[in-house]
DNA sequence: CGAAGATCGTGAATCGTTTCAAGCTACGCT
DNA sequence: AGCGTAGCTTGAAACGATTCACGATCTTCG
């Protein structure tokens, strides 16, 4: 069954496919009986417009906007994994600030593939969209030049790789501010809790932690690794580091969610937070406040993160071939609540 | 720039334009020495192929694929609320579906916006996706007729809208289960705690629950409305439930978010969980068996909510003319741990 | 040696929409 | 009456890829 084209609209209503081609995009300029005419033609035969054919015709830009005005275009946003509760607030705030310029957003998750993230990288490709935000798993020069050529605008997310606009958060600084809190509230063994395969920024995380340490005069901490960034690992963690010797009396998880499953377990293995061992976090996720001892942790502006992905994103495209690549690093905070 | 064209191609290579594409989708139709010259052409050009006007040729079929070989499909998943980690997983699930089915899955929000949400559809719509596997919030019959006037298979999830594919929980059944613990463990006196606006699914777990009370002699429970389904409204809770006369000794909260702030302010305020009042949750996110008490709660399957759909989806499509409408409802259960 | 296949390549037609120069009316003005 | 103008409408020319009926060469074999 052919689609039911804007020819026949057009005979139907008994005018031009010129003048159904103006009552769809500009209205004004079809005169009141006719543009009725046409739209009852419109809604009788049920008529949708191909937008692989508008596209066509109109060439790379305006993506729709029922009046042809406002350049709307399409976003892209690549998380590594959408479960987890950082990269949904991310992804907010990507989209708020696109939204609130006129754009849209949609998203799609790598699960640390490299793989997967290209089939998403392709798909976005595909569908024309203006621009990716994406946290990079196997995306490398190369990836990014290609999808320049094809037209995307790319701003990297809490990774690092020359050559594209990035903003990410200053993990070393994050990693500084909770172990000189630590150090702060008289902790002197303190260890670090970390999952594998360990993501970058935790690394980061680790590195300012145990920078501060040493300039402190305590030596590299110890690193704990567990399978997974979370609660259940973080329970796991909780005898490991009772068994260590001497035990810590401070513990730097490398995210919330650890903490919070490290916690509990301590807890119930009878040792008291934070009065034997002190934990600090890391997110600030919005269950961090409500944990069994609300959790003291270095809050990441993620919605920042991801709003300033997004005007970056814009911001290549309105400068065109003017653009210059832009680094935006965000400051991190420490939030101090009960456990440390 | 006009983007760079096949025809670019065929006269950089020295062939027809014919040619060209048939190396782009018949491989096997070109020798090979020429084969070979229009993929260095291809290459030296950086041409990408206007899907556009791919599609518009080849009509609504056969979406892209490397080799015109597989129909791969892209299909949209639209939730409320990224943040809750409900929505994440049904959306992993889907995500899995559709996958292993070789299709792609891009996902959305609504944000409990029935504009946004439209806003949305349309975008898939445009998209030329070939399904959408949606959370409701405004959309109705007669927009569902509109989808699939457009070609997209529409599958509702968690929600009931008649004429549609739907699957969803049993979320009554879940009610009966979580008051009847409370019963069997000897609680009498037992309240619903739950946010406004009140989600349906909320509305038939508190019908569930009121109907076993009533069942058992109680009488309806009293109901505590907080402003959110967040764990910080669960702690607000936590003050409402302790001034209530006579003080409950169980509590069912309609989400698990409430229910672990409702339980770590209790315990904060003297009430010991579960000695002087039992806690269930709804949903068993992670976090539930790593709470401060851990948490009893109904577990929904959610992955399977969003495997079925991306399933009922397929088969939609699959099925074609032929299709009738199902309705899959899947069965929570009963997690048991310490809260109650 | 010539005809019948194979094997490759060609180029015009086509998909549905937008755009734009040009045409047509009706009207107001001198 | 003649002319300019404003307001609408028209129809054909793109946009870039795919398709398909035909040529053009080259083999093969009676």
Redesign the interface.
Known sequence: MP?TSIREVARRAGVSVGTVSNVLNRPDLVAEATRDRVRAAIEEL?F?R????R??RT??DR??GEFGDEPRR?F?VVVED??N?YA??V??GA?EAL?AAGH??????SDHSAA?EA?SLE?L????AAGALIVPVGLGPAGIRRLR??GLSVVLMDRDVSDACAVHVDHVAGGELAAAHLLGIGRERIAFVTGAPEPQPCVERRDGAARTLVEAGLGKPPVLIQDAL???E??RAARRVLDMSPTPDGVFCAND?LA??LI??L?RLGARVPADIAVVGYDDI??A????VPLTTVKQPRRALGWEAAELAMAEIREGKSHQHRQVVLAPELVVRESA
Do not use: C, M
């Open positions: 689609q049920g949708v191909n937008e692989s054919a596209r066509l060439g790379p993506t729709a399409l892209g959408l479960a509760p949904a607030d992804v907010r989209e939204n849209d957003a949609l998203w799609l998750s997967k089939r798909l490709d595909e569908q024309h050529a094809a979370s609660p259940t973080g329970r969610l919070i499953g509990n377990e807890t919005e269950l406040a409500s944990a069994a």
